[in-house]
């Protein structure tokens, strides 16, 4: 058996491979995250075994939706889940298992490709991560964000709106600027302050940076054909966010954990809307509102 340990946004897991076909190499994206060291202490342990026995699958009671892929989930007789992870051609990549609280998980790989093996483990990796840290004031949010004078600044919006676009004009538009990661970053409230982190979750942008910023704002971009810009009173900051964080709506553990992350969030950190057009002023004006 393999066993390889990693820190992610401050907390740490351990990812064992069982069947020698499966090891590290089929999340590259997490090599930056890699610990030499066994850790303390784990957020949970997820178990890579393609010969598992799967307990008789229960009626579906939602599903997850992984950047337009929806993952299948069920509830164990003993309170645990069950998920069942499709790719964007609908093949059955993987199946993971868990305890309630999500720091127990097991994963059977079914892709025929290193792709699909690949997207199987790395999906059943998030969700586990995202479950499992959902008490600890830690979120796995939909964003883009960059870092700019030692703070880094998370865009937010639905799928195709505009969000790594914007953080890209502020990359080419404002000096001393970093992408942090471009589509699942890791916010944590540490200390009484708002910390975001690099996650080996970025989308199609390959940015897999383990590197921490305190949060300096957060915008919610809505393409409009001006630019615009205000900032959310707590009631709309809250609504604009909830939709952002990756969360289990069905799971009250899950759920009030993130409502409670999002409570202490805009308590910390402004949040705006910007309405905008794809021009460089967009990026100036977000940038000379927010980072003050």
Sequence with gaps: MMTCYYEIGGHSIAVRFVNEENNDDLIPSFAPFRLQDEPAELLFTMLVDDNLDWPQQNDEIGQFDCGGCN????RTDDGG???SIHDIHDVLCSRMQSNADFSQCSVSLYGKTWVQRNYGLNNALMMAYAFASACSATMLMHASVIRQGGKGYLMTAPS?????????????????CDLMNDDNPVVRIVDGQAVVYGSPWSGKTRCYRNIQAPVGGIVRIQQRPENTIRR???VEAFCNLLPAMSNMKWDKRVYNGICDGISQLIQLVGVHELGCLPNAEAAILCHDTIAK
């Design 232 to 234: 959310l009173n707590p």
């Design 81 to 83: 889940y069950l998920y």
């Design 160 to 176: 195709g709106t505009g969000k790594s676009t914007h953080t890209r004009l502020w990359y080419d538009n404002i000096p001393g």
């Design 71 to 74: 993952h299948g989930v069920y």
